[in-house]
């Protein structure tokens, strides 16, 4: 009988990329992706051996976060550490650079005797978006679109998995019906720029998600619509954590910790998820999935 040898083992890796919060930088918004973030690795720690968190800080000012809060967010997961999870965080300032810390940290994997290609299960996305781009460090053009999608390694996921974009309009691919007023992801104007529409099938079909899916050969899912951030610490009220009381911000009587970092944040992540938005009503509101082979 021939001799098989020891089969690598194959860790469960789930990879995590939040973006820069460069456009709404007031006390409640800054921190946001970083909330989902940390929120999102620990309702799936038991479902994944690893975690990959990438976040995006170009610089320390109101593009990148601070070294305070940077400092809170990666401290955020040693609690999961304890708990058997393995975390690794990464800050990087371009895709490029992302790119080359994923690969890094998926061969360090060798080195536990493990496989390093075919591990991601599971990819989630927390960032700024409009049509055709998810704007990791959105002011700056810092995207995943077309041009950069090829820098992530398609050998890197398992055959079976799904990615996740929580960014904005990332199923929707018509940028001169339906661009955001001013090209704000944020802004308030998004009604169609002219009386015809496409069909959802032809906004899907070439939107920056199915983009992905084509090209890393994974099943994809994300809104054509805007999607929201104000339940990330519960309140409906993210924008408006204006209202400095001593070493916290308040608002209706709820107060939040932020000595250290100068904005909202808890250790624990967001308290809510990210929902989609009513205001995109010519949009179908479900979330989209689309898979390789479609």
């Known amino acids: 009988m021939a001799n098989l040898g020891v089969q690598p083992c194959a860790p469960r890796v789930h990879l995590i990329i939040a973006g820069a919060e ?24 038991s479902q994944y051996d690893r975690a990959c968190v990438i976040y995006f800080s170009p610089s320390n000012d109101k593009i990148g976060y601070s070294d305070e809060q940077e400092k809170a967010f990666e401290d955020a997961f040693k609690n999961v550490k304890i708990m058997g999870h393995d975390v690794h965080v990464q800050k990087v300032k371009n895709i490029s650079e992302m790119a080359e810390k994923i690969d890094s940290y998926l061969a360090s994997l060798e080195s536990d005797g493990c496989k390093s290609r075919g591990v991601i299960k599971r990819m989630d996305i927390y960032a700024h978006g409009s049509p055709r781009r998810i704007g990791l460090v959105y002011t700056q053009n810092i ?17 079976g998995a799904a990615a996740y974009s929580w960014a904005c309009q990332t199923m929707n691919s018509d940028i001169e019906c339906y661009r955001p007023a001013h090209g704000h992801p944020a802004a308030a104007d998004y009604r169609p720029r002219r009386e015809e529409s496409c069909s959802t099938e032809q906004l899907l079909e070439a939107s920056i998600g199915a983009a992905m899916s084509r090209t ?19 309140t409906g009220l993210s924008g408006r954590w ?3 009381v001593g070493n916290r911000f308040s608002v209706k009587g709820k107060t939040r910790k932020n000595k250290n970092v100068n904005t909202v944040w808890e250790p624990s992540g967001a308290d809510g998820p990210v929902t989609v938005g009513k205001d995109m009503a010519h949009l179908p509101e ?9």
Do not use: C, H
């Open 143 to 159: 995207d995943f679109d077309n041009d950069t999608l090829s820098l992530i390694k398609p050998e890197w996921f398992d055959e």
């Open 242 to 244: 204006d209202e400095l």
């Open 22 to 45: 460069d456009v709404w930088t007031g006390a409640g918004n800054k921190m946001m992706f970083l909330a989902q973030a940390v929120r999102r690795v620990y309702q799936t720690s």
């Open 286 to 294: 479900r979330q989209f999935k689309v898979s390789p082979d479609e």
């Open 216 to 234: 890393w050969g994974i099943t994809t899912y994300g809104y054509m619509r805007q999607t929201l951030y104000d339940q990330t610490w519960g």
